[in-house]
């Protein structure tokens, strides 16, 4: 690769340093640039923003770059954090880092980029970008543990045309070994986990702030009020924790559970304010044998051709055999070979041809493995 002027996100994690570092090594001129991407809350207990940049500057000086500090924030709230309350009150569970990569690192952050005279970006995400016959395709990164394609599913051509994933190559025991190696400061820092604007502060906590919310009934499959809950927008499909439930006295709640089953959550009737719930994790109304989505990306451009790829319906989970279809009035329908666990809407479908991303969508529903069987009275067959 010709030397370049590159700028590389620092976020302040290990992960960032090293691919700045690398890409100091092989002769390039390297930039940091650190992203505050909210405000109102930096004398939060959980809010880390000041530490990561104190961390992020003691990485560049360490590696003997300039970093400047530059404030998203304002894109971040009309690009991604507007979207993510508009799905959670419609009872979705959206998915903010995807969008935040998509209109943010990769968008508002590339175009900061260039108009500082860079060629190229880089971020400390694990994938990898391939360029065959002049088109940019996107790679898993080559640690399956720490792999981010599923992140970085909406970007497109023009997007992964100008951005490097220097330690997509990488497994991540060696790029602590080589921040250590190295003298980096944060080489043991623990990653960061939860949204971006979150943090480490408990959920409900903040979406309490943001939402409105009313209380109603936690209902199990055959109609019976097992609970209360506090509002719908702050479940998600396949919950157990934080229902306030335990086991009801009648033995057989549901097929093959007895009365301490635990409880998950199954589905949300919006219009009655109705929490579904179901016992027993492998309960038929957790698994799903096809699902629809909407809002399609595509990293070539245009959807792949119908027929069999693999599909992941949530982060870290397994490649699932599927076959593709493309309705007629518009999105994606994936039929898997073996029923996925609580495909929930406003999560991201998406699709893989081996090791290459190919896009994906937004989950609007899924049809329940049960649905496929003979009901029984008052089975839910649909999520």
């Known amino acids: 690769m010709d030397k370049q002027r590159i700028v590389v996100g620092l976020s302040g994690g290990v992960d960032s340093a090293v691919s700045a570092y690398l890409l100091k090594r092989a002769g390039h001129e390297v930039i940091g640039l650190f992203m505050k991407n909210w405000e109102g809350d930096d004398d939060d207990a959980y809010c880390s923003a000041n530490v990561d940049f104190v961390d992020a500057a003691a990485v560049a000086d360490v590696l003997g770059i300039e970093i400047e500090h530059v404030n998203f924030a304002a894109e971040y709230r009309e690009r991604v954090f507007a979207e993510f309350l508009r799905e959670y009150r419609a009872g979705r569970t959206p998915n903010p880092d995807v969008l935040c990569n998509a209109e943010i690192k990769f968008k508002a952050f590339l175009d900061h980029a260039l108009r500082l005279g860079a060629q190229a970006i880089a971020t400390g995400h694990y994938a990898r970008v391939r360029e065959r016959a002049g088109r940019f395709e996107l790679l898993k990164g080559l640690d399956p543990l720490k792999d981010q394609s599923y992140f970085l599913h909406r970007l497109n051509q023009a997007q992964l045309s100008r951005t490097l994933f220097p330690v997509g190559e990488l497994p991540k ?9 190295i003298g980096l400061p944060n080489a043991q820092k623990k990653d960061s986990t939860g949204i971006c604007f979150i943090g480490e502060r408990p959920f409900r906590e903040f979406l309490n702030r943001w939402l409105k919310h009313a209380p109603g009934p936690i209902r199990d499959e055959r109609g019976r009020t097992v609970g209360r809950h506090v509002g719908l927008s702050f ?77 992941k319906s949530r982060y870290r989970q397994a490649d699932a055999r599927c076959t593709l279809a493309l309705p007629a009035d518009g999105g994606i329908r994936l039929d898997f070979d073996t029923p996925q666990w609580a495909v929930t809407p406003g999560q991201s479908a998406v699709l893989y041809d081996g090791e290459v991303c190919l896009g994906g969508g937004v989950i609007q529903r899924s049809e329940a493995w049960a649905a496929a069987r003979p009901s029984k009275a008052g089975e839910p067959v649909d999520q």
Request: charged share 20%.
């Open 173 to 181: 025991t060696e790029v602590r070994r080589i921040a250590a190696e």
């Open 235 to 311: 479940y998600t499909l396949g919950q157990r924790q934080g229902l306030g439930i335990g086991g009801v006295k009648e033995r057989g709640a549901a097929r093959g559970a007895g009365e301490h089953a635990p409880w998950y959550v199954a589905g949300k009737d919006l219009a009655a304010n109705v929490l579904q719930v179901v016992q027993g994790h492998d309960h038929p109304a957790l698994q799903s044998r096809m699902l629809w989505a909407d809002d399609c990306s595509w990293v070539a451009g245009s959807a792949p051709p119908p027929g069999a790829y693999a599909a």
